[in-house]
């Protein structure tokens, strides 16, 4: 995957985070403030940010497949898990997020190689 790939890729996530970020503000504006289920989709929407930003980095590492791929997978289930259990009330994807989390800590790591 090239470094041009990877910016693309990050471009997407972060601008995928906008729209979800839009989306939480608004599709939750009738809930109670210490709804569960809007507290999981900030913090979601948070984390699918920060990894858009470390997507960036990636693309500058020496192994910009390596990280970007581990990224991206964690956002995927990480943030994924989380915003389906946020819309649908489901949590059935939740035992998902901690494998995301340790994809997430793996694509920071391989952004030093």
Request: proline content about 4%.
């Amino acid at each position: 995957m090239s470094a041009v790939v990877v910016r693309r890729l990050a471009a997407l996530s972060g601008a995928s985070a906008v729209g979800l970020g839009a989306y939480g503000a608004h599709g939750f504006k009738h809930s109670d403030p210490d709804d569960y289920q809007r507290a999981l989709f900030e913090t979601a929407n948070r984390y699918h940010f920060y990894h858009s930003l470390a997507l960036l980095g990636a693309a500058r590492s020496g192994k910009p497949a390596v990280a970007a791929t581990l990224l991206l997978a964690g956002i995927g289930m990480f943030c994924g898990s989380l915003y389906h259990q946020a819309v649908t009330g489901d949590p059935g994807l939740r035992k998902v997020a901690p494998v995301g989390g340790v994809a997430m800590i793996a694509g920071w790591l391989a952004i030093i190689l």
